[in-house]
């Protein structure tokens, strides 16, 4: 270990000695105490009593690599928006956009419009806010790549191809309409090749019932055939780079059969979400997974410490919209909504849709539904859907819809809703679980309705200081190393001699993920919840350079953009 750094020769840059912190590494050993030393983007010492120009005080702190956090959305964001707010605040410094399927590349300027309006439905983003903040300077993904390297992120940042715009970009209007033929099925895979050699962390797809189009119907990528998954899984796995995103699994793709694929495929599948239900399919899921890993699949489920919560206005309620009676709504007017709204016939038929079964779309959980915005109610604002219609001697769905078209808009009444992962000694089962890893924060998307990109410090603060479900070492594994070898992040996620210095400073006894608050401050004044106020969070350092003190993004650090495109290292096969 260093003890003067200048006379060991890194004299000629300057040296930052973060000092006194407990040193967490990554790798899942015991935190020490100790000093991590800084220069030229690189760690150049961890010990005691190290030298250097500049010194920072983490007495009382946790310094630890920085997290990575492998599912955003960050696609649109990162060209307005470099530090990927809300995500820098929460100890994040590189992220992982393209899931699910929803790049926004490769796109033909004819096919931009429908790409931002698939984007609006499945992801809550606003198509004006696309149009104003998307410099449209490209076509394929490479092109997109570069576009991204040209302008620069404060944050480090990776991309998955995806299949929604990949089959649009070959099939056109019919990528939502049939399957693919040979030839387009080989086209899709020669752009997933390409992509892969330009860098993309991977290929990514869905398969989930919540996600439909700009038309109400499946998305592109639901569309595909059990032929073309394959193929572009395989055309992926040829290059030997990256991982395989899947959101979901359909009739052509099960489960477990994705377990087994991927031991043929040779490279990692994370797959999306692996979370808590009221009808218990978890346990199912896990079980498949577990023994999945005793055969030797490398299989990722993604879990989360947050239940997954919406908050939802009744133009756009994301997850009733997965009822295929709703659905139809999606690609109608404002009024055709509001009258199918009145109408107790159409009712009934949402009702019938639900009792059907899976096909009937996710059935409300009414007994966590709550007001949390009303114009023409603001009485009402906190209250329960289920004790509002027990007083009113209705029931809560009728009372939602009556509720809304008395607004003067559909967007003047706002619910909470909780879809999954509220059962809180299986999602700790899930933590813990091995082979699991830590994903689904959504960051960039659903930007109105939900804001995860606390994940880290949700984790860190609950489960780890209150519950004690995982050690500080455990978590903070998960959150860096796990992360980076998954993806083949070479260089980063430990803190060792010679590694990136992407590094997080934070307070273990404070660290918190801070209120939500709703702003305006996304191109065309599009609103979003962001949660940028975390607790206990003090510096972080991307590729050495000092982006957050003292809890306050650095100016210069923003202007000076010192993120870079992370590509995933090939692997050994």
Known sequence: MMEELHEEGVDMAEVTVLRGGTIVDGTGAPGVRGDVAISEGKIVGIGTDLHGDRSIDASGCVVAPGFIDIHTHYDAQVFWDPALTPSCFHGVTTVVA???????????????????????????????????????????????????????????????????????????????????????????????????DAGAAGFATSFAITHLGADGKPIP???????????????????????????????????????ELQRELGIPVTWTALLTTAQGTHHKALAIHRQGREQGSAVFPQVSPRPLTFSMNLLEPFTLNTNPVFAELMAGSVEDRVRAYRDPAWRQRVRDAWASGPQGGL????????????????????????????????????????????EPTLKDIRVKAVVANDHEEDVATLLREDGCTLGLSDAGAH???????????????????????LSLEQAIHKLTQVQAELFGFAGRGVLEEGYVADIVVFDPDTV??????????????????????????????????????????????????????????????
Not at 367 to 390: F, N, P, Q, W
Not at 550 to 560: C, I, M
């Open 98 to 196: 393209g899931n699910c399927g929803f790049s926004i590349a490769p796109t033909e300027p004819d096919r931009r419009e429908l790409i931002a309006h698939t984007l609006e439905k499945v992801e809550d983003m606003d198509p004006e806010s696309l149009a104003a903040g998307i410099p449209w300077d490209f076509t394929t993904f490479p092109e997109y790549l570069a576009s991204i390297q040209r302008r620069g992120t404060v944050l480090n940042y990776a991309a998955y191809i995806g299949h929604t715009p990949l089959r649009i970009y070959v099939m056109g209007d019919e990528a939502s309409a049939r399957t693919a033929t040979q030839d387009e099925i080989d086209e899709m895979a020669r752009l997933v090749r390409e992509a892969m």
């Open 221 to 259: 990528s639901r569309w595909a055939n059990r032929a073309e998954i394959e193929a572009l899984l395989r055309a992926q796995a040829e290059t030997g780079r990256g991982v395989i995103g899947i959101n979901g699994v359909n009739d052509e793709l099960h489960f477990d059969q994705l377990y």
């Open 363 to 406: 059935p409300p959980r009414w007994e966590t539904y709550e007001v949390m915005e009303s114009t023409a109610h603001a009485d009402l604002i906190g209250r329960k859907l289920v004790d509002l219609a027990a007083e009113r001697g209705t029931d809560p769905f009728d009372l939602l819809l009556d509720l809304a078209v008395e």
């Open 447 to 469: 930007v109105s309705q939900l804001c995860d990109a606390p994940l880290a410090t949700d984790l860190l603060g609950k489960w780890v200081r209150e519950k004690g479900v």
């Open 512 to 573: 918190a993920p801070g209120p939500l608050r709703r702003v305006h401050d996304f191109p065309a004044g599009a609103e979003r919840l962001t949660a940028d106020q975390p607790e206990g969070m003090r510096h972080l350092f991307v590729n050495g350079t000092q982006v957050m003190a003292d809890g306050e993004l650095v100016p210069a650090a923003v202007s000076a953009r010192p993120g870079t495109l992370v590509r995933p290292a090939p692997r050994h096969r």
